[in-house]
Structure formats: structure tokens, C-alpha cells
């Protein structure tokens, strides 16, 4: 069964910095592609960064430059280094993992991440 535990988050004020983990249990993590999404109260939850199994990844336009994700496959790990946060950034913070066969993807239960003065 695929488990995603996210951990890192908390309140940050502007301009700081944090680091999300993930540790993902119960499938061959470095055979798939890794991603966050956040989302917000009303809004749907939407792509941040994804990193492939060959360590391609990909960038919100928002978050590029200021964001960097990357995995450590020895220890079942991505990470989401996140500088220079604003209060756009304030959301819940969720890993997505892999999706079965049967079409049914496995996310993480989500982290809060506020960015305030």
C-alpha cells in the first residue's frame, strides 16, 4: 500500500525560507515521477513542481527560480526547497505520488504552509 507522509511545514513570514519532505513507503519510488500541489480554501489544487524518475523536473511559472524540488531515491524522499515565500504561497502543500492501474492516484495528506508577518 502506498503511504506519503509530508513534513516541513509551518507559519514563515515573507521573504523566508522552508523545506517540505515526503517520504514515500510501499512502491518502487524511483521507477515514478514525484510532484507537489497546493491548494487553497475555494480553489482547485493545482501543480507546483514535479520532478521525473530521470530528475527532469518542472515549475509552476510562480514559483520558478524561488522553488527547487528534488529526490533522494535512497531514501524514498522529495523535497520542495522553497525561498523567497510570499503570502501567495500560503496553502496546503500535498505530495502526489504514483497512479495505479486502476487510475487511482496516491497524495499525501497535506501540510499547511502560511506565509504571514
Known amino acids: 500500500q502506498v503511504h506519503l507522509v509530508e513534513s516541513g511545514g509551518g507559519l514563515v513570514q515573507p521573504g523566508g525560507s522552508l523545506t517540505l519532505s515526503c517520504v514515500a513507503s510501499?512502491?518502487?519510488?524511483?521507477?515514478?515521477?514525484m510532484a507537489w500541489y497546493r491548494q487553497t480554501p475555494g480553489e482547485e489544487r493545482e501543480l507546483v513542481a514535479r520532478?521525473?524518475?530521470?530528475?527532469?523536473?518542472t515549475y509552476k511559472h510562480s514559483v520558478e527560480g524561488r522553488f527547487t524540488i528534488s529526490r533522494d531515491n535512497a531514501n524514498n524522499t522529495v523535497y520542495l526547497q522553497m525561498n523567497g515565500l510570499t503570502v501567495e504561497d500560503t496553502a496546503i502543500y500535498y505530495c502526489?505520488?504514483?497512479?495505479?492501474?486502476?487510475?487511482?492516484?496516491?497524495w499525501g495528506r497535506g501540510i499547511q504552509v502560511t506565509v504571514s508577518s
Open positions: 502526489k505520488g504514483p497512479t495505479s492501474t486502476l487510475g487511482v492516484t496516491s
Open positions: 520532478i521525473s524518475k530521470a530528475f527532469l523536473t
Open positions: 510501499g512502491y518502487d519510488f524511483s521507477a515514478y515521477p
